[in-house]
């Protein structure tokens, strides 16, 4: 089973940037973020395959990009003109074979996750 571990996470207003990044003990084919505010079903926020093909929700298209970096086993999620409704808890997940879709349920590993917190 890989491990996961998310940091980069914290505090800004409005407009701020950060970047997130999942370190892997291992390689996983497709590694992805999701977020989850408390009562709310965690969201898929975008995804990148083994061929660094990436998909996003529609609510980050713009803002936000994913990357990684193959050697390192590192994935980064860039957030660029963050909204207070950005703020949640951000997980790493991953999953050994093709993408799917983005949905938490098709995803097997999962990091302990980082807060985000966007200010008005």
């Known amino acids: 089973q890989v491990q996961l571990v998310e940091s980069g996470g914290g505090s800004v207003q409005a407009g701020g940037s950060l970047r997130l990044s999942c370190a892997a003990s291992?390689?996983?084919?497709?590694m992805g973020w999701f977020r989850q505010t408390p009562g709310k079903e965690r969201e898929g926020v975008a995804q990148?395959?083994?061929?660094?093909?990436?998909i996003y929700v529609d609510s980050v298209k713009g803002r936000f990009a994913i990357s990684r970096d193959n050697v390192k086993d590192i994935v980064y999620l860039q957030m660029n003109s963050l909204k207070p409704e950005d703020t949640a808890m951000y997980y790493c997940?991953?999953?050994?074979?093709?993408?799917?879709?983005?949905?938490?349920?098709?995803?097997?590993?999962w990091g302990q996750g980082t807060q985000v917190t966007v200010s008005s």
């Open positions: 997940a991953g999953r050994s074979g093709v993408c799917a879709a983005l949905w938490s349920g098709s995803y097997t590993s």
């Open positions: 990148i395959e083994g061929d660094d093909s990436t």
């Open positions: 291992g390689y996983r084919r497709c």
